[in-house]
């Protein structure tokens, strides 16, 4: 048996080996580069990629024998993008967006199949200049794990994933309407927890499985329970023994309090939050990830589906935009995510930056949003100086559009021209050339 496992072990490090292999070093010149730790943009600077990390940065940096030098000198340069709420394996038909689309969607597709759907999802992220997201349930039982898993070992292309599992949850998970009968579906997308002890035990079976982080419903709107406090404690004691992060889909003032007094580390959504739970929020450090979206196109779908008025679709979008303006004015940590489990007619990666658009809406200025979506994130996540910046020693997770992002930030919405992912090149559409440098 011994035998075996090592043998298994040696399999397993190949495509780690393959990788190290590929590992390349590089110079970027970049005419523009976003410090997302300070908000601004610098001019002129190099950047020099050593395998996985970001080695050194600079002006003129010199490149040694056989450094490739890439020029981006007409494009800006950020650090890859981090989607902190994403659902990589639900991808729902645009007029499936419902309690019936879901169960169908649940009971016709088998977890093979909706894993190799994401794959193209997956893709359109990378393209997007997304290199990191943080995918939060509705993803069958562990089937993120397993995805996260093979884009590590390098079997399929993405950005890198930190995988929830199932999402933590009261009776009935976020099915609206299942009879008692039926009520076990919930069970196939959930881990529904029924006490304390249970709520202990589930985060154990998590951590064991392979999660990264704990997603829990602080209430199960749209269903119309919740967790108890001691459930909630429960949770955040256990996964925070093991290093693990809770974050809580939660909507009410009520439910939002109840999620920050248990302890948890981010609150998703909070479409209906207060200035009493924002201010609870700042005072405990906890991060807010608002899954806004913009009117149109993808906010019309959502209202018709709905059956909203335009007049109550815009009067909920002023609602939106100063609940932000509130969480900035308290200094709330925002975070972006966007929450796209839906096929709007655009690529996935495509649909999560216009999220960018409702944050535009409320008046948040670009350089913010981009450090929701960078610095903001990757500390959220426990990987600060890692991921989120561009600075030596941080991990080499750069992307670049074309142009000049601080001037007209709307490039942002273009295909990224050039993707690197943990040093490696994935997407290089710059049409530059590239230079060898000679000295050593
Ligand atoms: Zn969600």
Wanted: one cysteine or more; proline letters at 3%; a neutral charge.
């Amino acid at each position: 048996m011994k035998k075996l496992f090592a043998l298994l072990l040696t399999f397993l490090a190949i495509p780690f080996l393959l990788h190290a292999q590929e590992a390349q070093t590089y110079i970027i010149k970049a005419g523009k580069i976003f410090d997302a730790e300070k908000g601004v943009f610098l001019e002129s600077r190099d950047i020099l990629v050593e395998g996985k990390v970001i080695k050194e940065m600079g002006r003129n940096l010199k490149p040694g024998k056989g450094v490739t030098v890439i020029d981006l000198t007409d494009h800006t340069v950020i650090p890859g993008l981090i989607d902190s709420h994403t659902h990589l394996l639900t991808d729902l038909a645009p007029d499936k967006n419902t309690i019936g689309g879901t169960v169908e969607y649940i009971t016709t597709q088998d977890g093979a199949y909706r894993a190799l759907r994401s794959v193209k999802l997956l893709e359109s992220y990378l393209a997007a200049g997304f290199t990191t997201v943080k995918d939060l349930g509705n993803s069958g039982m562990f089937l993120d794990v397993s995805l996260s898993n093979a884009i590590d070992e390098g079997f399929i292309r993405g950005p890198r994933m930190f995988a929830s599992g199932p999402i933590l949850s009261s009776v009935g998970g976020q099915f609206l309407g299942l009879s008692h009968d039926y009520g076990h579906l919930a069970a196939t997308e959930y881990r529904i927890i029924k006490s304390p002890d249970d709520a202990r035990f589930a985060v154990r079976e998590h951590i064991n499985y392979g999660t990264d982080l704990i997603k829990i419903c602080a209430d199960n709107s749209p269903n119309n329970t919740a967790l108890t406090r001691d459930e909630m404690q429960a949770i955040v004691e256990m996964a925070h023994g093991f290093g693990k992060k809770v974050t809580a889909h939660a909507n009410s003032p009520a439910s939002i309090t109840s999620a920050v007094l248990a302890g948890v580390d981010g609150i998703e959504h909070g479409y209906r939050i207060d200035d009493a739970s924002l201010a609870l929020m700042a005072k405990h450090d906890v991060y807010l990830v608002p899954t806004d979206y913009h009117v149109a196109p993808i906010g019309i779908k959502y209202h018709k589906d709905g059956g909203w008025t335009d007049e109550q679709a815009n009067s909920f979008k002023q609602v939106l935009n100063k609940r932000l303006q509130s969480a900035e004015k308290q200094q709330v940590k925002i975070v972006f995510g966007s929450d796209i489990y839906v096929d709007f007619g655009m690529s996935r990666g495509d649909a999560a930056k216009n999220v960018f658009v409702a944050y535009l809406d409320a008046g948040i200025p670009a350089h913010k949003i981009l450090q929701y979506a960078t610095s903001n994130a990757a500390e959220f996540i426990g990987a600060k100086d890692k991921l989120g910046v561009l600075k030596p020693n941080a991990i080499a997770d750069i992307v670049a559009y074309k142009g000049d992002l601080e001037k007209d930030f709307n490039n942002i919405f273009n295909k990224a021209a050039f993707v690197a992912k943990n040093g490696e090149i994935l997407i290089n559409h710059t049409g530059t050339t590239t230079t060898t440098g000679s000295q050593k």
